[in-house]
């Protein structure tokens, strides 16, 4: 099977960046990774190895797959290492002026038909492609945390996105292993607009003083049969990430009032209490252990 694209960049080398690297090499593409913070992409490359050597030491993966999967991805330190890319999926902060600009300096890299993706949870598509030159290469490739896990991928086309560039794209997705679902431009796209009451509603029952964090997870996990609660999951996101998804998915309907964000997650992030990755969100994490926090 010759798979859609050849040479993928994936720029943002964090929890979503290094989980659609993996799935990228492991579709049989080449892979580089890029981010603008020293380390970050080596670090995930790292993570990625010893993921693929535990999984060897399972029995999971032949050693020579393991090791084509390792020689298949590389860190590179700037975007001007980007050239030769035929698909370049952005999954860096959640901030319309900075993917705007990422997008302005990769269109003066890459050639004219490198297909361009972002990986945004709320911005509108649109907006960012207003940047480009050429929007009609530019779409929405909507991955879920964690990647490797969450199936689904939203392929969004902005205002002048082309159909072929969608189609490429989800031909793509399907060659990760992943099932790829064409969605409309508007805030939110389809899961983050379904599942907005998750969250949101959450903090407010929360903040109304009507059951604590682990009392409404434990009831939407045991009676209404999700996998994670609302604060699990935010905490598996991280509200340094789900904040602002949360606001500009408000700012975009109008300040629409059941969409408002909550200012319990407003004071957690200006704390730095993000969730597992600040080792404190609703829960505690020491040592990957979760425990409820006071
Ligand atoms: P993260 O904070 O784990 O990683 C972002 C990475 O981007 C960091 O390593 C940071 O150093 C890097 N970065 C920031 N600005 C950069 C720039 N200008 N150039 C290069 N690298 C830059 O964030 P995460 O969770 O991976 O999210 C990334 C994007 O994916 C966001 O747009 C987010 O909304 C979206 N997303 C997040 C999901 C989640 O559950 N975490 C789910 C789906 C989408």
Same mark, same amino acid.
């Given at each position: 099977?010759?798979v859609?694209f ?9 929890a979503?960046g290094r989980?659609?690297a993996?799935?990228?090499?492991q579709?049989?593409s080449k ?17 990625l190895?010893?993921?693929w050597?535990?999984?060897?030491? !399972?029995? /999971?993966?032949?050693?020579?797959? /393991? ?5 298949r ?6 975007t001007?290492?980007l050239?030769?890319?035929d698909l ?10 900075v ?25 509108s598509?649109?907006a960012?492609? !207003?940047a ?6 530019f779409?929405?490739?909507?991955f879920?945390?964690p990647v490797?896990?969450? !199936?689904?991928?939203?392929?969004v086309?902005?205002? !002048? ?12 997705a399907?060659?990760m292993?992943?099932q790829?679902?064409q969605?409309?431009?508007t805030p ?8 907005r009451?998750?969250?949101?509603e ?7 003083g009507?059951a604590?964090f682990?009392?409404i997870?434990?009831i ?5 049969g999700?996998?994670?609660g609302p604060?699990?999951l935010l905490d598996?996101?991280?509200l ?7 606001e ?6 109008y ?15 200006a704390?730095?209490v993000?969730?597992?990755?600040s080792g404190?969100g ?7 252990v979760m425990?409820?926090a006071?």
């Open positions: 099977m010759t859609n050849s040479n993928v960049a994936i720029v943002g080398a964090g979503m989980g659609i993996q799935m990228a090499a579709a049989g892979v580089l990774l890029v981010d603008s913070m020293p380390g970050a992409a080596e670090r995930a490359l790292a993570t190895a010893e993921q050597r535990k999984l060897h030491d !399972k029995g /999971r993966l032949e050693a020579t797959e /393991r090791d084509a999967l390792i020689a991805i590389h860190a590179v330190s700037t001007r290492e050239v030769h890319c370049v999926i952005e999954a860096i902060i959640e901030d319309l002026e993917k705007r600009q990422l997008f302005r300096e990769l269109e003066e890299i890459v050639s004219p038909s490198t297909v361009l993706a972002t990986n945004t949870s709320s911005l598509v649109t960012i492609a !207003k480009l030159r050429n929007p009609e290469r779409a929405g490739f909507h879920f945390n490797p896990l969450m !199936k689904v991928v939203e392929v086309a902005g205002f !002048k996105t082309a159909n072929e560039v969608c189609a490429r794209l989800a031909g793509y399907q060659q292993g992943h790829a679902v969605a409309q431009d939110g796209f389809i899961v983050n607009h379904a599942g009451a998750y969250g949101t959450a903090l407010r029952i929360a903040g109304e009507v604590d682990a009392t997870d434990r939407l996990k045991d009676q209404a999700f996998k994670l604060f699990e598996l996101t991280g340094d990430v789900s904040h602002p998804v949360m500009s998915i408000y700012r975009q309907y300040e629409e009032p059941r969409y408002r964000p909550s200012a319990i997650a407003a004071q957690r992030v704390a730095g993000f969730g597992r990755k404190e609703f829960y505690r994490y020491p040592e990957g425990q409820v006071a």
